[in-house]
Structure formats: structure tokens, C-alpha cells
């Protein structure tokens, strides 16, 4: 073993792993290069976009901005993981695809995880805390008000005791 | 990004230590919200990082009638924005924070990490400066107490020494017959602020003459400004709306921005009128029923 590396236990998508990594690895690339998990898109590499967003511990984060290290012994949940086992889609993912919630798609992934860990921290978003939540997601098709409406209809659902 | 050595401490006292050892070569990692970009831009390239972010004895939010609040360092910039003591009693913290970056950047984010890269574009610090802050800096040979607004000396620069650890924020308790309003100029909410700035008016008892005043100022100066002129200008006066537009005009002046892609210094000129203006009125309106 290469003695600059170190290693971390980490949980993904209910996964238990142990990696040997080199400590400047962020989870970002922990995720793509050593678990094959490419849902997890790589864009800006500065914090800005919101692509590699995912969940840590219940809370999103930009995995691009996160130190692989810095999550050892966490749970992370990425895109792959909001479907249950049998393929069945998540019920924000069902409304991005009712909702014609993208374009080119690349912003998806992090716009689900963003909107998953909201919806599980608030039980009935208002507009603007939708808004403000999902400022951290840039789509760059600029097809912003779809996946508004997508989130919304899911709150709308949640209010009518429907899920 | 360099390879680098990495050490996480499990204890503030062994953080102090290992900060001591490596402190010609070493970085102190929170939760590297702007130092692991300044690692992948090679801005900075420490061979060695100790990492605190899992500090538990500096994640805390708490307050005292008598001594006020104290907030570990380690404290999150959403646990900030989300704590029902930070609304109830220092409001304008909380609606500051729903502003810094993104929800992603601050359930990850700290207020030690934020206050430590010392970026002007920054907006807790003026707010924190506002309401008086100081911050406690430990290291293996002791602690000090100094004032948050002698902590900045130039861009991304401050005083704390390399073998130094921001461990705690400290506000006194509220103050009475005071208001403290935030607000900022951005083209999107999330995006890089163009001006942001944070007024404390403190009004005589049962009167509407202000007493006293503060306004600090984010990204219109190498460092978090205060307008020590402008609020000057306010003292002893009634507030209205020529008192205040004069005292706008002079934190305008006052100030020295830079031109960059966001905004033009002029127009940052422009803007710090604008907003010190509105802030003021504000922060008077809501003093006066204090």
C-alpha cells in the first residue's frame, strides 16, 4: 500500500466501503474515479454550480468542495441511490419527468439531491424557500421554472395527503 | 491539487499541538469551503493540513443574559441561519446567513472557516463587527481575546499568528433601544455580492434621536469597512431622511472599491448610498420601537 494513502469507511447509498485514498482526493472524485458512481456530475471544480451536489449526513453539499477524508464514517447518498432497489423511481424524480424538468440533463442529478434533502428538512416548503434552497443549483439551459413547478407539485401532493 | 500531509484532530488541545509543529508548512482545515479551491487553483499549496471540522467542543451556540453569546467556531453557517436563539435575539444574524453562498456551501461552511480566509467579499464579518464581536484565538502557548474588527489587515490577510486557532465568536448581549439591519446588493440572491452592509442605530430612551451608530461595509475595501464618518454624522441627530441621505453620501466616500467583473467601483459607490440609506432608515424605524 502506497503509505501516503489513508483509509476511510464510508456508507454510500446504504453501501458500506473502505477505501485507501490520497488525502487530497475530494468526494467528488471518490465517488466517480473509485466507486464508479458517475450520476454525480463534475462542472465548475469551484463551488459554484451545484452539479455535484449531494447528500452527507442528511444534508446536501457540493461534493466538488468536500475533502473524501472529511466523510469518513458518514453516510452519503447520491442520484443512484433515490431509486429504491426494484428500480422504482423516487417521487421527486417521477415529477422531474412529469414536469419536463430538463434540458440537457447535467444539472439534474444535483438539482434532485438539492430538492430531496429540502423536502426532507421542510415538510411544506413555501415558494420562496424553494427558491432559496435551490439557489445553489445554476442550470445552464436555463430551464429553471420546470423543475420549480416539479418540487411544488410534490409539496401540492404532500398537502392533499396523496403520498 | 498537491498531495499533502493530512492529520485529523480529535481534541482543540491536539489541533493547538499539531498546528504548532507544522505551522511553517501547514493549513488548518474547517470545512474548506474556500480553501479547498484555493488547493485546486494551486493559489496555496501547504504541504501538511489539520483538519478540525470534527470538533465537537467548537460547535456550539450559546447565550448568557449577563455575557452574551458565544458561538464555537466550528459552528456551521445553517446552524447559524436555523437556531431559535439566534432568531430571537440577534435576528439580523440569521438573515444574514440565509444570504452567504449557497444552502450547500452552508450546511458545510463555518463561521471560523468564513472569518479565517478573510475574503472581502464577505458577510458575516461585517455583521459580527456590527454587533460588536470578538473572537477568542487559542494556541499551544495560550489564548487571546481581540476584537473582531482589528482581526482583518488586508485581502485574505489577518492577525492570527500560523500557529494560532480561531476557537470562538463572542457577541455582547443584545443592546438596548437598538436595531441592527443587514442588506445586500446581488444580481442573483446566491451570487457574489456587489455591496452588502450591516447598521446598528441605537436611539435615546422614549426619544427618536439616535445616540449611536455603526455601519461596516463588505466588498468596498480590502478589508470589512466601517464608515466611522458617516455614523459619526448621525450621532446626537433626529433621523430624517436628509440627515440620513447626507451620512449615505459620506459612506460613499469613505469607501475604496475596486472595479471588477461584477460591478465598477463607481458603481459600488453608487450602490453603498442606496443601501446605506435604506439600511439606516430601517434600522431607526425599528430602534425607535426597541
Keep these: 500500500m502506497d503509505s501516503s494513502k489513508k483509509t476511510i469507511n464510508v456508507k454510500v447509498n446504504g453501501e458500506s466501503y473502505e477505501v485507501s485514498i490520497k488525502p487530497k482526493m475530494t468526494l467528488l472524485q471518490l465517488l466517480r474515479n473509485e466507486l464508479g458512481l458517475t450520476g454525480t456530475k463534475q462542472a465548475c471544480m469551484d463551488n459554484s454550480c451545484g452539479a455535484c451536489t449531494v447528500i452527507v449526513n442528511k444534508m446536501a453539499v457540493k461534493a466538488c468542495s468536500v475533502l473524501a477524508m472529511q466523510v469518513n464514517g458518514k453516510e452519503v447518498t447520491t442520484v443512484e441511490g433515490l431509486a429504491s432497489k426494484d428500480g422504482k423511481l423516487s417521487i421527486l424524480q417521477e415529477a422531474f419527468l412529469e414536469h419536463s424538468a430538463f434540458q440537457c440533463g447535467f444539472c439534474s442529478p444535483g438539482k434532485l439531491m438539492s430538492s430531496t434533502a429540502m423536502l426532507e428538512e421542510l415538510e411544506n416548503p413555501t415558494e420562496e424557500d424553494i427558491r432559496r434552497d435551490m439557489e445553489g443549483n445554476l442550470c445552464r439551459c436555463t430551464g429553471y421554472v420546470q423543475y420549480l413547478e416539479a418540487i411544488k407539485s410534490v409539496v401540492q401532493k404532500r398537502k392533499e395527503g396523496k403520498i | 491539487m498537491k498531495d499533502f500531509e493530512y492529520f485529523s484532530a480529535s481534541s482543540l488541545q491536539e489541533a493547538c499541538s499539531l498546528i504548532s509543529q507544522y505551522k511553517d508548512v501547514g493549513k488548518v482545515l474547517a470545512g474548506g469551503q474556500s480553501l479547498i479551491t484555493l488547493l485546486r487553483q494551486k493559489l496555496i499549496s501547504p504541504t501538511c493540513l489539520i483538519d478540525i471540522k470534527g470538533l465537537k467542543e467548537l460547535d456550539y451556540i450559546e447565550f448568557d443574559k449577563k455575557s452574551g453569546l458565544r458561538i464555537g467556531a466550528l459552528t456551521t453557517h445553517r446552524a447559524i441561519e436555523k437556531s431559535p436563539l439566534i432568531q430571537e435575539k440577534y435576528d439580523v444574524l440569521s438573515e444574514m446567513e440565509k444570504s452567504v453562498a449557497s444552502v450547500q456551501t452552508r450546511n458545510w461552511g463555518t463561521i471560523g472557516g468564513n472569518l479565517c480566509s478573510a475574503d472581502p467579499i464577505g458577510d458575516p464579518a461585517p455583521s459580527l463587527i456590527v454587533l460588536g464581536a470578538k473572537i477568542k484565538l487559542v494556541s499551544a502557548k495560550g489564548e487571546r481575546v481581540v476584537a473582531l474588527e482589528d482581526f482583518f489587515t488586508d485581502y485574505f490577510t489577518t492577525i492570527i499568528e500560523p500557529d494560532e486557532i480561531l476557537a470562538e465568536i463572542q457577541l455582547p448581549p443584545p443592546a438596548p433601544n437598538t436595531a441592527v439591519e443587514y442588506m445586500k446588493f446581488a444580481t442573483i440572491e446566491a451570487g457574489i455580492k456587489i455591496v452588502s452592509t450591516s447598521v446598528a442605530v441605537t436611539v435615546e430612551a422614549g426619544s427618536d434621536v439616535c445616540k449611536d451608530a455603526k455601519i461596516v461595509m463588505s466588498a468596498v475595501a480590502p478589508v470589512p469597512l466601517i464608515t466611522k464618518k458617516a455614523a459619526e454624522m448621525l450621532k446626537g441627530k433626529k433621523l430624517t431622511d436628509d440627515v440620513i441621505e447626507e451620512a449615505a453620501k459620506m459612506a460613499a466616500s469613505e ?27 430601517k434600522a431607526f424605524e425599528k430602534a425607535k420601537k426597541a
Design chain 2, 255 to 281: 469607501t475604496d472599491p475596486t472595479t471588477d467583473v461584477h460591478a465598477s467601483a463607481e458603481y459600488r459607490k453608487e450602490i453603498v448610498k442606496v443601501l446605506v440609506k435604506r439600511a439606516t432608515k
